[in-house]
């Protein structure tokens, strides 16, 4: 079959009405000359109408760069002199000035952050692969950036490396510039730690659990007397720090309040079934892991500096590491509550305990003073700190149960 040019039929006296002008247009769409004629025609508007648009936002762009980035450039030393005044937009406030310098020690309420601030504490001599790790998990999860505590320093041994790690945490919140009294501290090991929960339900978590504790504070130790100055009647204790929970105390403190004087996990007795409590996988936890923290920067600081000062005590017996000495600071704090309880108990719960160890049944109250401590008068054994027994926070990866841990694979749906 041959084709048929259009052109060929095109009509050739300038005289043609235009119905026959159309006739023509028509023909010539038709045929594959004609098409391939439009669609240059058409690229060629579509072409030059993006050059204008381009030259148009070239020339935009330009104008505005020229206002907007001429003070942010750095400045020439050899410029001419009026080029070098500095734009209002970077001239500090005379407030601003007399902050920074100290001048003014009351900020003005305008100028107050109404929420407290979010830190991220890592003690860490040097990096490598779980360092890495931990700081990028942080990093995904909107965790703020981390202070490194340490870092690059040398240490003849791991005492000095413990007391080293105590003394840059309480240095860090000893900055009072910096770190509010009720600024929230986050404090993790900087090599074993993976961040698994966002950021904002890290806070919520915290706050649940330290609602709740609070809550059980008030049901076992009840409130305080009635005061002749007036003062409100309030909880006799309460919890503002969470430390991680761990099934097993340290060899070296068996017998001490860091071991027998801590509580008894609010975990179910029947958790693991009839061999909960039965061995060290299968136990509830309940002692303290100094590796993660979280609290208000106040509480934190004089746990910290109570753990420097029990390291420096010649009666201590505790390993001068972080781990034994915040184990000891929290033992002690619950022998301290659990001795005060004892003398405040009514006559009925007095007699019953007393039955109890007659008829020799175990009282756990009983076990928790039976260590060699006594308490100081005027020593402040206080320090608002319990446990994440459920795991809500910090979920230790070792001393596990068959099952207790779930690896979840993503495939991105």
């Not at 148009?56 to 030393?77: A, C, F, G, M, V």
């Not at 909880?235 to 068996?254: D, F, R």
């Not at 801590?262 to 590796?291: C, H, M, W």
Request: proline content about 7%; overall charge negative.
């Amino acid at each position: 079959m041959i084709s048929r040019d259009p052109f060929d039929s095109m009509p050739s006296s300038p005289g043609n009405s235009p119905q026959n002008l159309g006739n023509a247009l028509l023909q010539i769409a038709r045929g594959r000359r004609g098409r391939t004629l439009i669609v240059s025609a058409v690229f060629a508007v579509v072409l030059l109408g993006l050059l204008l648009q381009s030259s148009s936002e070239s020339l935009s762009y330009k104008s505005i760069t020229n206002y907007h980035l001429s003070s942010w450039r750095t400045k020439d030393p050899d410029a001419p002199e009026e080029t070098k005044e500095e734009s209002p937009l970077l001239t500090p406030s005379n407030i601003t000035l007399e902050i920074e310098s100290g001048n003014i020690t009351n900020v003005p309420s305008h100028l107050k952050k109404g929420t407290p601030n979010f830190h991220l504490l890592m003690p860490a001599t040097h990096e490598n692969q779980d360092f890495c790790n931990t700081v990028l998990s942080a990093m995904l999860l909107n965790y703020p950036p981390p202070t490194i505590l340490n870092f690059e320093s040398k240490f003849d041994t791991i005492v000095d490396i413990e007391m080293a790690k105590l003394q840059a945490i309480h240095n860090y919140l000893q900055d009072r510039k910096h770190v509010k009294e009720n600024d929230i501290v986050l404090i993790v090991d900087g090599y074993d730690v993976w961040f698994q929960l966002p950021s904002d339900v890290m806070i919520k978590q915290y706050q649940n659990i330290i609602i709740d504790a609070s809550e059980r504070l008030r049901e076992r130790y009840g409130l305080t007397r009635p005061s002749s100055t007036g003062e409100p009647v309030r909880p006799l204790y309460n919890q503002t720090v969470v430390w991680g929970a761990e099934k097993v105390c340290s060899p070296e403190q068996q017998g001490e309040p860091a071991c027998a004087s801590v509580p008894e996990s609010i975990l179910p007795r029947t958790i693991y079934g009839k061999e909960t409590d039965q061995s060290a996988n299968f136990t509830r936890a309940k002692y303290l892991n100094a590796g993660t923290v979280i609290g208000p920067a106040g509480d934190l600081r004089a746990i910290f500096k109570a753990a420097i000062v029990k390291a420096h005590d010649p009666t201590n017996l505790s390993e001068r590491t972080a781990q034994s000495l915040l184990s000891a600071v929290f033992g002690e704090q619950e022998f301290a509550r659990e001795a005060v309880r004892e003398k405040t108990l009514s006559a009925g719960s007095a007699w019953r305990n007393w039955l109890a160890n007659k008829l020799g049944r175990p009282n756990a109250n009983a076990e928790r003073l039976s260590v060699n401590m006594t308490l100081v008068p005027g020593h402040n054994y206080e320090f608002s700190m319990g446990l994440d027994y459920t795991h809500s926070l910090f979920q230790p990866l070792t001393t596990t149960a068959p099952s207790e841990l779930a690896l979840l694979p993503h495939d991105n749906s």
